[in-house]
């Protein structure tokens, strides 16, 4: 009988056992999360948009949980998860213990990372983080990076924890701030400007050190990164197939920007050649006339779930 990777249907005890506990950032990542998993081919599934509890549907996990990212990686370097997903910034700012599998490169609105930086107000003659004097008052959700910060610069910092809108304390109540930005929009409107950065955060799919140590649990985690970064690498890309005659492969050749090798196929009889590659969607409005007028025929366009090496 065929089995899991095989042709054919396999039983229930053909899959592995579901050995995982997950947990999933809640906030501004968790709709990108979501999307993301949903694309992977693991749909996650709650009562409604509001419950902490969730399930997947899939043979390798065994529960799931939906909790704020600052808490994550607390939460998975003490056992109470065997997997999670969870930015840079808040590994460093709890100082967890966590095995990380790799960059998730998505965020709450792009595939760039976040940002955390230090800001003061746009009419500030500061222009260096140096340029700050001792005792100088710093809002920020970060206390524990914020502080490492301004040791390593040897200034005497008054950081003071912000529970939000940590922005629109400049210039009243703080003299300047730290604060996460993807895109610098909000800072921007705030009437801020940036002086330094302190670290750059993608999204990151962590561990717990004693489950990533046992071979079963490590494989299952493997195998689910898998399915999340093979539909990352495939955002944004696109396969073209077409046929070529002979005398006109090499110069369509040429205008494939190819992340690998095109794929050249011999057509039966005297027919030419049948090409495939993959290139990225952007362009892909001047590529495919292009193609054309090199002398390319029967061009197919066709999207990409995932693309896993």
Same mark, same amino acid.
């Given at each position: 009988?065929?089995? /899991?990777?095989?042709?054919?249907?396999?039983?229930?005890?053909?899959?592995?056992?579901?050995? +995982?506990?997950?947990?999933?950032?809640?906030? #501004?990542?968790?709709?990108?999360?979501?999307?993301?998993?949903?694309?992977?081919?693991?749909?996650?599934?709650?009562? #409604?948009? !509001?419950?902490?509890? *969730? @399930?997947?549907?899939?043979?390798?996990?065994?529960?799931?949980? =939906?909790?704020?990212?600052?808490?994550?990686?607390?939460?998975?370097?003490?056992?109470?998860?065997?997997?999670?997903?969870?930015?840079?910034?808040?590994?460093?700012?709890?100082?967890?213990? !966590?095995?990380?599998?790799?960059? /998730?490169?998505?965020?709450?609105?792009?595939?760039?990372?976040?940002?955390?930086?230090? &800001?003061?107000?746009?009419?500030?003659?500061?222009?260096?983080?140096?340029? +700050?004097?001792?005792?100088?008052?710093?809002?920020?959700?970060?206390?524990?990076? @914020?502080?490492?910060?301004?040791?390593?610069?040897? =200034?005497?910092?008054?950081?003071? /924890?912000?529970?939000?809108? @940590?922005?629109?304390?400049? $210039?009243?109540?703080?003299?300047?701030?730290?604060?996460? @930005?993807?895109?610098?929009?909000?800072?921007?409107?705030?009437?801020?400007? !940036?002086? %330094?950065?302190?670290?750059?955060?993608?999204?990151?799919?962590?561990?717990?050190? *004693? &489950?990533?140590? %046992?071979?079963?649990?490590?494989?299952?985690?493997?195998?689910?990164?898998?399915?999340?970064?093979?539909?990352?690498?495939?955002?944004?890309?696109?396969?073209?197939? /077409?046929?070529? &005659?002979?005398?006109?492969?090499?110069?369509?050749?040429?205008?494939? $920007?190819?992340?690998?090798?095109?794929?050249?196929?011999?057509?039966?009889?005297?027919?030419?050649?049948?090409?495939?590659?993959?290139?990225?969607?952007?362009?892909?409005?001047?590529?495919?006339? &292009?193609?054309?007028? *090199?002398?390319?025929?029967?061009? =197919?366009? +066709?999207?990409?779930?995932?693309?896993?090496?």
């Amino acid at each position: 009988m065929a089995r /899991l990777f095989g042709f054919g249907r396999p039983s229930r005890s053909d899959y592995p056992r579901r050995v +995982l506990k997950l947990v999933l950032p809640k906030g #501004s990542l968790e709709r990108s999360t979501m999307d993301l998993f949903e694309a992977a081919d693991l749909p996650v599934r709650r009562d #409604s948009s !509001v419950s902490y509890k *969730a @399930t997947i549907d899939d043979p390798r996990i065994e529960s799931v949980r =939906i909790l704020r990212p600052q808490e994550i990686p607390m939460y998975v370097s003490e056992g109470m998860f065997d997997l999670g997903i969870t930015g840079r910034d808040w590994i460093e700012e709890t100082s967890s213990e !966590v095995v990380s599998l790799g960059e /998730l490169k998505y965020s709450k609105a792009t595939s760039r990372p976040i940002r955390m930086v230090v &800001a003061v107000a746009g009419d500030s003659p500061i222009e260096r983080v140096e340029d +700050l004097p001792h005792g100088v008052r710093v809002s920020t959700e970060y206390p524990v990076v @914020t502080r490492k910060f301004f040791e390593s610069k040897g =200034i005497e910092a008054d950081i003071r /924890l912000s529970y939000g809108a @940590t922005e629109a304390k400049i $210039p009243d109540i703080v003299d300047c701030i730290v604060e996460i @930005t993807e895109t610098g929009r909000a800072l921007r409107a705030a009437g801020l400007k !940036v002086i %330094d950065e302190i670290l750059q955060s993608y999204t990151e799919l962590v561990a717990n050190p *004693a &489950a990533y140590e %046992d071979p079963e649990k490590a494989h299952a985690m493997g195998q689910i990164r898998t399915l999340l970064q093979g539909v990352l690498e495939a955002r944004g890309k696109v396969l073209v197939k /077409l046929n070529v &005659a002979d005398a006109d492969l090499d110069g369509v050749i040429e205008l494939l $920007p190819s992340m690998k090798a095109p794929t050249v196929s011999k057509l039966h009889g005297d027919g030419g050649y049948a090409v495939e590659t993959v290139v990225e969607r952007r362009g892909i409005n001047v590529l495919i006339p &292009a193609l054309k007028d *090199a002398g390319a025929s029967d061009i =197919i366009e +066709l999207p990409l779930a995932k693309i896993v090496h």
